[in-house]
């Protein structure tokens, strides 16, 4: 169960963010356009990039001798430590929500959704090589659990933002609370990086 909740806030963590992704979602919400399917796809896709990092670092995993785990766990600081400096930057950003009602078709609201998600590099290196790094020494059963935990915190982030989006669109735009979550988030992140720290030096 443990893991389990590691993976929920590890992925909450990440995703929280002020991104495109997340703003394209809120507009669709406000708009009330093909919400559903638009949040099936930001979360399934998730769901895929998560298991594909961490079973990409499980299967090369007799390709980590010391030196090249080492040099993994260094890449790993360092992306964390990036992430820690952008959610102190984030503070400053301004968030600008398209609410006009200009509807858009079934397919082309599933071409934007698809292109915010695999079009963005972050994901790839929030999901992919962050969560499956973090995980490559886990046990398997301890990985499914991250794994499942990381993706249910993408399932509810997702429906949550896409149908309490005026809720959230007001949220959003208040600097004070962006301010709360990323000490929160930052104080997480810091742990993870203590923690891939020692592993660093054990």
């Not at 796809?41 to 390709?63: E, K, N, R, V």
């Not at 820690?84 to 984030?90: D, H, N, Q, V, Y």
């Not at 078709?105 to 790094?133: A, E, M, Q, R, W």
């Not at 600097?175 to 660093?200: D, G, H, Q, R």
Request: charged share 15%; proline share 1%; net charge positive.
């Amino acid at each position: 169960m443990s893991f389990l909740l590691l993976g929920f806030f590890t992925g909450l963590s990440l995703i929280f963010a002020i991104g495109a992704q997340n703003i394209f979602v809120i507009e669709q919400g406000l708009k009330k356009q093909f919400v559903f399917i638009v949040c099936l796809i930001c979360a399934i896709s998730d769901l895929l990039l998560i298991f594909l990092g961490i079973f990409l670092f499980h299967y090369f995993d007799s390709f980590f001798t010391p030196l090249v785990e080492i040099i993994f766990n260094i890449l790993l600081l360092l992306f964390l430590l990036n992430f820690i400096w952008a959610k102190i930057r984030e503070n400053k950003k301004e968030v600008k929500i398209d609410e006009n009602n200009i509807r858009i078709s079934f397919f082309k609201t599933i071409y934007k959704t698809l292109g915010f998600t695999y079009l963005n590099p972050h994901v790839y290196s929030d999901t992919v090589f962050f969560l499956g790094n973090f995980s490559k020494n886990f046990l398997v059963s301890q990985k499914y659990l991250f794994g499942i935990g990381a993706s249910i915190s993408s399932f509810i982030f997702f429906f949550a933002l896409g149908y309490l989006s005026k809720y959230l669109s007001d949220f959003l735009m208040n600097k004070k609370i962006w301010k709360i979550i990323n000490f929160i988030i930052i104080l997480f992140m810091s742990f993870l990086a203590f923690y891939v720290l020692t592993n660093i030096f054990k």
